[in-house]
Structure formats: C-alpha cells, structure tokens
C-alpha cells in the first residue's frame, strides 16, 4: 500500500511539471537574451521557428483553441510584448489585428512591425449572402478593392477581403519571405544562417504543395462545404469551390439551410467541415438533411505542412 501511495505522488508530481512545462511555453523567457518575436496565430509561429530556428523566442498572441475572431489579449501578453523586437502581422484584415493591431503598437511602439501579407493579391470574401444577384454585388466590390494600402490596412473579413491567405502553401511562401525579411533586419548577423533555414523550408513547402495536387488530382471543380469560409485560398489554388454555411458570422435564415440544402444535392456534397472553436448546429442539420458527414479542420494548427496533409486527404474523401 506504501508503495502504491508513493507511485501515485510520483506520477502527480510528474503531471504537474509537465502542465506547469506547458503553461510556460506559452510564455517569454524573462532570463533569455534572444529576441522576441510576436505573432498573431500559430501557422506564423511555425514560420518564424523554420527560418529562425532557436535564435528567436517567439510569442503567439492567439494562443491554441482559442478564436482569432474574439479572442482579447491579456495582460501578461501585453507585458511580454512589450520586451518584442519584431510583430509579424498576418495583414490580410484578420479581425484579431483589425482591433488589436493598434494597440498592440502603442504597447511596444519600438518593435519592427512586418506585414507578411505584402505581394499576396486578397480574394473578396465568397458566399456573403447564398442568393445569386448578391453574388454579383460582390464581385463588384472585388474589382473596387484591388488596390490595397502598402500599410496592409485591408478590409476587414466582413463584407471584405478574405483574410485566411496562409491557408495556401503558395501563399504561405509570400508570408515566409516577408518573415525572413523582418528576421535579417532586427538580427543582420544571423542573415546567412536565416537565408539557409528559410531556403529550406520553401523547399518543403513546394513538396507539400507536390503532395496536395496529387492527392486532389481529378478532383478539380469539385465543390466541398464548410461551416466558416477559412479555406478560399486552398480551394482557389487547387481548383475547388468553397461553399459556405456561415454568412457574415451569422448563422444561415431557414432559406438559407434550404439553399445550402439543395446545392449540397446537386453538387454531391456528403462531407461538411467545421473549424474547432466554432458551432457545428448548422452544419450537422444540413448533414442530416443529406446523409453527410460533419468532420473538423482546423486552419489554424501550428504544425502547418502536416496539418495540410490531413486537411487534403479529408477534402479528397469529401469530394465527388
């Protein structure tokens, strides 16, 4: 019984150095020397951490799970930020940074502040309203919203430009280089190491790319459904329709479910997708109105190039 007594303690302990261990990383070293890099969202903690390697501490404003839509920043991130050399901001008109941003400046307003949206041409957000006429409307504004600010102050996501840009590894590369950029400046005597690490990880970038357009072969055309339009950028490089459920961040009217519906049959639709953090309500009536399947992807996982596998062997089980 001693015995049995004294293992429970140990594997309490060990539970709690390995919570507390994740709680820190969440978290700037105080006692470290590296510079601090801030981040909005996780795919851009991996890209830093590519380049960089361990030359740079980085800190995520929009920690795991949570939504970049809503989520207010808390103290202790203020305090950490306010030691950062560097914020790369996504700059495609995230909600986050659209109420944010400028107060995260003010904070810190002797940081570098790096637009990795700089050279990625914004798509207009798809499916504003399911009714053809407004699809019109917004097509018109696309055309009046081609030529954005070199601040990157887009639009924001509703009623705008779509901001999810890093859902493409395409993409992705753009915001990578713009990162390196920012990188060579704050830290000019790392250039060479950051140029390699960064050459490097274009390279698996390109070979994911590789993998996706053959796992998505003859796929092309082919239209999936989503709950929250995260992945217009994905399905614009690879040649796929998304249709989303979520209009505007509201929930679809009774005439709506019916539209989503009938194109759900006609398109042969038996997959939809939900985003963690968000309500899967919709989505699974409409699933059982055709005998679909609701399954998650989450565009906002930091282990980006495998995340992307999962996400495109999941589209091409959904997809007819």
């Given at each position: 019984m001693n015995k049995l007594i004294m293992l429970l303690v140990v594997f309490l302990s060990l539970g709690l150095v390995i919570t507390s261990g994740c709680v820190d990383n969440q978290e700037v070293s105080?006692?470290?020397?590296?510079?601090?890099?801030?981040?909005?969202?996780?795919?851009?903690?991996?890209?830093?951490?590519?380049?960089?390697?361990?030359?740079?501490?980085?800190?995520?404003?929009?920690?795991?799970?949570?939504?970049?839509?809503?989520?207010?920043i808390t103290s202790g991130q203020l305090r950490d930020l306010s030691k950062a050399q560097m914020y790369v901001k996504v700059g495609s008109g995230l909600d986050f940074e659209n109420v944010w941003m400028d107060r995260l400046i003010a904070q810190n307003p002797d940081m570098l502040i790096v637009d990795s949206s700089s050279g990625i041409?914004?798509?207009?957000?798809?499916?504003?309203?399911?009714?053809?006429?407004?699809?019109?409307?917004?097509?018109?504004?696309?055309?009046?919203?081609?030529?954005?600010?070199?601040?990157?102050?887009?639009?924001?996501?509703?009623?705008?430009?779509?901001?999810?840009?890093?859902?493409?590894?395409?993409?992705?590369?753009?915001?990578?280089?713009?990162?390196?950029?920012?990188?060579?400046?704050?830290?000019?005597?790392?250039?060479?190491?950051?140029?390699?690490?960064?050459?490097?990880?274009?390279?698996?970038?390109d070979a994911a790319d590789a993998i996706i357009r053959e796992t998505l072969a003859g796929k092309e055309g082919s239209s999936f459904m989503v709950y929250h339009p995260s992945w217009g950028y994905f399905a614009d490089e690879y040649g796929l329709v998304e249709v989303s459920v979520e209009m505007e961040g509201k929930e679809p009217s009774a005439k709506d479910m019916q539209h989503l519906i009938d194109t759900a049959k006609e398109k042969n639709i038996t997959v939809i997708f939900v985003q963690p953090g968000f309500s899967a309500t919709s989505a699974k009536s409409i699933a059982s109105e055709i005998n679909a399947e609701v399954v998650a992807v989450d565009p906002l996982a930091k282990d980006y190039i495998d995340n992307l596998a999962k996400v495109s062997e999941a589209f091409e089980k959904g997809l007819a």
């Open positions: 105080a006692s470290s020397d590296k510079p601090i890099v801030a981040v909005s969202i996780l795919p851009q903690a991996e890209f830093v951490e590519k380049v960089a390697g361990d030359q740079v501490q980085v800190l995520v404003m929009v920690p795991p799970g949570a939504d970049p839509h809503t989520y207010e041409k914004l798509k207009a957000m798809e499916a504003h309203s399911h009714n053809d006429e407004e699809h019109d409307e917004e097509g018109r504004d696309e055309e009046n919203h081609d030529e954005e600010d070199e601040g990157g102050d887009h639009a924001n996501e509703t009623g705008g430009k779509d901001p999810h840009i890093w859902t493409s590894p395409m993409e992705a590369k753009i915001m990578v280089n713009n990162t390196y950029s920012g990188l060579v400046e704050i830290d000019p005597d790392n250039r060479e190491l950051y140029a390699q690490n960064r050459d490097a990880y274009l390279a698996e970038l």
